[in-house]
């Protein structure tokens, strides 16, 4: 019998969720009322029309890219493109199986070290620039090196993806919450800086004894065949161990 392929698998999970996700706020447009808000008179002015057209709905994915802001969403969705082919020809000549496995053995008596060092390096890049989902490419590689230094799954993404989640919430000088909500708000931008700036370092030391707690109570053993045989080419090509 034939396997199903995990990745059209995954696919259509993802597609689904979507489709549902898409149908259920254009239902909610006829529930919610449709109006105006002005922020000088705090008076909110309720339009006569309500919900929007079904096509729309159907459209809205294709409509995006001609909207206001559709140039961030074309360059968002170029970003993932180059960079999930960029990881993919890395991965195919085993380059990165070869970093992976420097970094293992370079940390593989003092683990501590990389968990703190991933784990800010995620946290920063959600905090300062903002950095969310194009972090997604980077996943599977951080579950690898986990996987390869004894850790199980959800400690590889607790140091990626709930990093860079916390970090995008402490919000040092995140430009997408704190610069928007502050123009917004009329006060100086960035403004707070430091007290967010003592958040970010308490929300990191907390998650970092959390994993580090984690990674003790829940072993794994090493995934020494989780690379692919093109490690063996980049061994010989760049010489990392």
Same mark, same amino acid.
């Given at each position: 019998?034939?396997?199903?392929?995990? @990745?059209?698998?995954? &696919? /259509?999970?993802?597609?689904?969720?979507? !489709?549902?996700? #898409?149908?259920? +706020? *254009? =239902?909610?447009?006829?529930?919610?009322?449709?109006?105006?808000?002005?922020?000088?008179?705090?008076?909110?002015?309720?339009?006569?029309?309500?919900?929007?057209?079904?096509?729309?709905?159907?459209?809205?994915?294709?409509?995006?890219?001609?909207?206001?802001?559709?140039?961030?969403?074309? @360059?968002?969705?170029? &970003? /993932?493109?180059?960079?999930?082919?960029? !990881?993919?020809? #890395?991965?195919? +000549? *085993? =380059?990165?199986?070869?970093?992976?496995?420097?970094?293992?053995?370079?940390?593989?008596?003092?683990?501590?070290?990389?968990?703190?060092?991933?784990?800010?390096?995620?946290?920063?890049?959600?905090?300062?620039?903002?950095?969310?989902?194009?972090?997604?490419?980077?996943?599977?590689?951080?579950?690898?090196?986990?996987?390869?230094?004894?850790?199980?799954?959800?400690?590889?993404?607790?140091?990626?993806?709930?990093?860079?989640?916390?970090?995008?919430?402490?919000?040092?000088?995140?430009?997408?919450?704190?610069?928007?909500?502050?123009?917004?708000?009329?006060?100086?931008?960035?403004?707070?800086?430091?007290?967010?700036?003592?958040?970010?370092?308490?929300?990191?030391?907390?998650?970092?004894?959390?994993?580090?707690?984690?990674?003790?109570?829940?072993?794994?053993?090493?995934?020494?065949?989780?690379?692919?045989?093109?490690?063996?080419?980049?061994?010989?090509?760049?010489?990392?161990?």
């Amino acid at each position: 019998m034939k396997q199903n392929n995990p @990745a059209v698998k995954t &696919f /259509l999970s993802a597609a689904i969720v979507l !489709i549902i996700m #898409l149908f259920l +706020t *254009g =239902l909610l447009t006829y529930l919610i009322p449709n109006g105006d808000f002005n922020a000088e008179t705090m008076t909110f002015t309720e339009r006569e029309e309500q919900g929007i057209p079904i096509l729309t709905w159907i459209g809205a994915p294709i409509l995006v890219l001609f909207s206001e802001s559709g140039v961030l969403v074309i @360059a968002i969705i170029l &970003f /993932l493109l180059i960079i999930g082919g960029s !990881i993919h020809l #890395l991965k195919e +000549t *085993g =380059l990165i199986e070869g970093i992976i496995l420097a970094i293992v053995k370079k940390f593989k008596d003092n683990e501590f070290a990389l968990l703190c060092m991933l784990v800010f390096v995620f946290m920063a890049l959600g905090a300062f620039i903002g950095v969310f989902e194009e972090v997604v490419p980077l996943v599977p590689l951080i579950i690898i090196l986990a996987r390869r230094m004894g850790w199980d799954e959800l400690t590889g993404l607790g140091v990626s993806v709930l990093a860079t989640g916390l970090g995008f919430a402490a919000a040092v000088t995140n430009p997408f919450t704190i610069g928007v909500a502050q123009g917004l708000a009329d006060v100086p931008i960035f403004s707070g800086a430091l007290l967010r700036l003592l958040v970010f370092i308490s929300v990191y030391v907390i998650l970092v004894a959390f994993l580090f707690r984690r990674t003790k109570k829940h072993r794994i053993d090493c995934v020494e065949n989780e690379l692919t045989d093109n490690y063996d080419v980049s061994k010989k090509a760049y010489g990392f161990l």
